[in-house]
Nanobody
């Protein structure tokens, strides 16, 4: 069983930067995809399928980014610490929302942003940009 715990959210000023963390426990398998998704503010009670895919990284280090955030978001992992990160620069008001970490076997994910492909989810960390 895989557990994901996000942290690093908070209230930040526009144009600032932030690093989100996701600690992974359990076994994701040798071939996996891990990613960050965002639920916009005001949509917390909507179905999880409305979450926006932001970025993923797979077990071979290949990355995918949503075009809207590619220039400002960076996903990376520290395998020695079982931690996934999302670094966000030049924060914008529209970055406000709840950020979720997700994981799944690589064979089940297609396309990378398809929310329902992901088996494991954290509870999210809130980011508010003002």
């Amino acid at each position: 069983h895989v557990q994901l715990v996000e942290s690093g959210g908070g209230s930040v000023q526009a144009e600032g930067s932030l690093r989100l963390s996701c600690v992974v426990s359990g076994h994701t398998g040798r071939a996996y995809v891990m990613g960050w998704f965002r639920q916009a503010i005001g949509k917390e009670h909507e179905h999880s399928s409305t979450r926006e895919g932001l970025a993923t990284i797979d077990s071979d280090g290949r990355r995918n980014y949503a075009g809207s955030v590619q220039s400002r978001f960076s996903i990376f992992e520290d395998k020695s610490e079982n931690t996934l990160y999302l670094e966000i620069s030049d924060l914008k008001l529209e970055d406000t929302g709840t950020y979720y970490c997700a994981a799944a076997p690589r064979s089940t994910v297609s396309p990378w942003s398809y929310v329902v492909s992901y088996d494991y989810w954290g509870k999210g960390t809130q980011v508010t940009v003002s």
